[in-house]
């Protein structure tokens, strides 16, 4: 079974800094996919980037970057430049395309932007 | 375009009672699930459907029943009530046509059972 960590928390960081969240994952699977969603307080649930496992090239979205290593079962999440509306809590999450396509989560990590 | 509205957004029952979490989605999507979220942990999956008349088990499904009689509606059922069901509980749909299309989810229910 896979499992997702994410070893953060809570994290703070000062408005316009850059912050990096952490995730790790275990599986066996070779083709797989990897998400960031975002849960801000209004309890919706926001697709923030995702990535491909056979795809080198890490993905990027606008202020929202990934560092995926594959070797090391690792997928972090860079905001840059953060905003009071990037306060929220972040899931990594992990899918192998099965029938059922089920998507296991991390614990998530509490980010605060500070003014 | 509404996109997957659930209702109700908050609601209390009582040990034993039973209720349906409705789940709609207007975007002609196949694929329709159910999580539950709980403190400390993350989403875990319920039950999901591929299309109307076709549903299977998730990783928690104990205490649920679902159905899918038409492509637009998901909803989940509890049978009796339990406080262990108290949780966060969100609908997702998505296409079928690539798995890496994200899956769009609801705003999520608040049930407490006391």
């Known amino acids: 079974a896979q499992t997702v960590t994410q070893s953060q928390p809570e994290m703070s960081v000062q408005e316009a800094e850059t912050v990096t969240l952490s995730c790790t994952y275990d599986t066996s699977e070779s083709n797989y996919y990897l998400f960031w969603y975002k849960q801000p307080p209004s309890r919706q649930m926001i697709l923030v980037i995702r990535?491909?496992?056979?795809?080198?090239q890490n993905a990027t979205e606008n202020r929202f970057s990934v560092n995926f290593q594959k070797a090391a079962k690792s997928f972090s999440l860079k905001i840059s430049d953060s905003q009071l509306g990037d306060t929220a809590m972040y899931f990594c999450?992990?899918?192998?395309?099965?029938?059922?396509?089920?998507?296991?989560f991390g614990t998530g990590t509490r980010l605060t932007i500070i003014p | 375009n509404a996109g997957v509205t659930q209702t109700p957004k908050f609601q209390v029952l009582k040990t034993g009672q039973s209720m349906t979490l409705q789940c709609a989605q207007d975007m002609n999507h196949e694929y329709m699930s159910w999580y539950r979220q709980d403190p400390g942990m993350g989403l875990r999956l319920i039950h999901y459907s591929v299309g109307a008349g076709i549903t299977d088990q998730g990783e928690v499904p104990n205490g649920y029943n679902v159905s899918r009689s038409t492509t637009e509606d998901f909803p989940l059922r509890l049978l009796s009530a339990a406080p262990s069901q108290t949780s966060v509980y969100f609908c997702?749909?998505?296409?079928?046509?690539?798995?890496?299309?994200?899956?769009?989810f609801g705003d999520g229910t608040r049930l407490s059972i006391l």
């Open positions: 997702a749909s998505r296409l079928n046509d690539a798995p890496n299309q994200p899956q769009h």
């Open positions: 990535q491909e496992a056979y795809k080198q």
């Open positions: 999450a992990f899918m192998k395309p099965t029938f059922d396509e089920k998507l296991t």
